[in-house]
Nanobody, 124 residues
Framework: QVQLEESGGGLVQAGDSLRISCAAS????????MGWFRQAPGKDREFVAA????????LYADSVKGRFTINRDNAKNTVWLQMNSLKPEDTADYFC?????????????????WGQGTQVTVSS
């Protein structure tokens, strides 16, 4: 069982940076690939970024590539999403998710555990 708790969301202006965090429980964090997904009002949930258990494999959505960075510290059971050059279209609830195995994937249905989400609002 893995429990996830996101933090760090907030209201920022376009062009600003924000880092959101996800703290995980469990003794096997390094065995779990971690992903970030987001859902804007009235839209489907979409993939943002993912990182393998060891951190050696990273995936990004095209919409955030070059602006967002995912990283993790397995000693701290934490994964972060650094978001730079934020745009109003990045406004959404951001969710972290843990996969049962260490391979990263963009597919939300492959992630077993989900946090409650943290809200990110980017004003123009």
């Amino acid at each position: 069982q893995v429990q996830l708790e996101e933090s760090g969301g907030g209201l920022v202006q376009a062009g600003d940076s924000l880092r959101i965090s996800c703290a995980a429980s469990g003794r096997t964090f390094s065995s779990n690939a971690m992903g970030w997904f987001r859902q804007a009002p009235g839209k489907d949930r979409e993939f943002v970024a993912a990182i393998s258990g060891g951190g050696g494999s990273i995936l990004y959505a095209d919409s955030v590539k070059g602006r967002f960075t995912i990283n993790r510290d397995n000693a701290k059971n934490t994964v972060w999403l650094q978001m730079n050059s934020l745009k109003p279209e990045d406004t959404a609830d951001y969710f972290c998710a843990a996969r049962y195995i260490s391979w990263a994937t963009m597919l939300s249905e492959q992630y077993k555990y989900w946090g409650q989400g943290t809200q990110v609002t980017v004003s123009s």
